[in-house]
């Protein structure tokens, strides 16, 4: 059984940096994409971007220019950066397994950001 | 861009009644070499992550009960709960991964009448 177990910091103030981490395990790391989507409080989903395990990426182009993902293949993690956070930015993050040219399948527990002025 | 868009925004109905969702994307996600539709359907309840219904429109996720459908093709797909069970109240959302963004419905509710 896949899981994803995710953590960082809860608390931000405008324009500093979000980091999270995703730790993923109970499955091969590698042959899928891992994906970050975020939910801001009462709204929607929004697609943030994905890496696979060799480090290829694509990220959503409302975001690009403040985000970046990464792989660590011998921690079976992935991370996402996203900088000069706003009110905007607070969100519920998740990560999540998405299939090889297939639907995302599995979904971490969800981090709340919240960043304050 | 891939638009999705959902309708209705919510929707009450009553136990053992029929519940369905429309979303229609604003450029087809049918990929003609293998005939797929890169389309999924998502259940989220309050304080949990969404959880995978139906993918390639119309395939059932394993473990997912017989009573959700999805059907459709192109550009307008339909999820049917067929018989609705007081566990099935949530937010549905369609989501395309034809093309990145892998854009999102903006949700649909479901509530119990």
């Known amino acids: 059984q896949v899981q994803l177990q995710q953590w960082g910091a809860g608390l931000l103030k405008t324009s500093e940096t979000l980091s999270l981490t995703c730790a993923v395990s109970?499955?091969?790391?590698?042959?899928?994409?891992w994906s970050w989507i975020r939910q801001p409080p009462g709204k929607g989903l929004e697609w943030i971007g994905e890496?696979?395990?060799?480090?290829?990426?694509n990220y959503n182009p409302s975001l690009k220019s403040r985000v970046t993902m990464s792989v660590d293949t011998s921690e079976n993690q992935i991370s996402l950066m996203l900088r000069s956070v706003t009110a905007a930015d607070t969100a519920v993050y998740y990560c999540?397994?998405?299939?090889?040219?297939?639907?995302?399948?599995?979904w971490g527990q969800g981090s709340l950001v919240t960043v304050s002025s | 861009d891939i638009v999705m868009t959902q309708s209705p925004d919510s929707l009450t109905v009553s136990l053992g009644e029929r519940a369905t969702i429309n979303c229609k994307s604003s450029?087809?996600?049918?990929?003609?070499?293998?005939?797929?539709?890169?389309l999924a359907w998502f259940q989220q309840k309050p304080g949990q992550p969404p959880k995978l219904l139906i993918y390639?429109?119309?395939t059932r996720e394993s473990g997912v009960p017989d009573r959700f459908s999805g059907s459709g093709s192109g550009t307008d797909f339909t999820l049917t709960i067929s018989s609705l069970q007081a566990e099935d109240v949530a937010v549905y959302y369609c989501?395309?991964?034809?093309?990145?963004?892998?854009?999102f419905g903006q949700g649909t509710k479901l509530e119990i009448k």
């Open positions: 999540a397994r998405k299939r090889n040219l297939g639907p995302v399948d599995y």
């Open positions: 890496i696979n395990h060799s480090g290829g990426s």
């Open positions: 450029r087809s996600v049918l990929y003609s070499s293998n005939n797929k539709n890169y």
């Open positions: 390639w429109a119309s």
């Open positions: 989501q395309q991964y034809y093309s990145t963004p892998h854009s």
């Open positions: 109970g499955e091969s790391f590698s042959g899928y994409y």
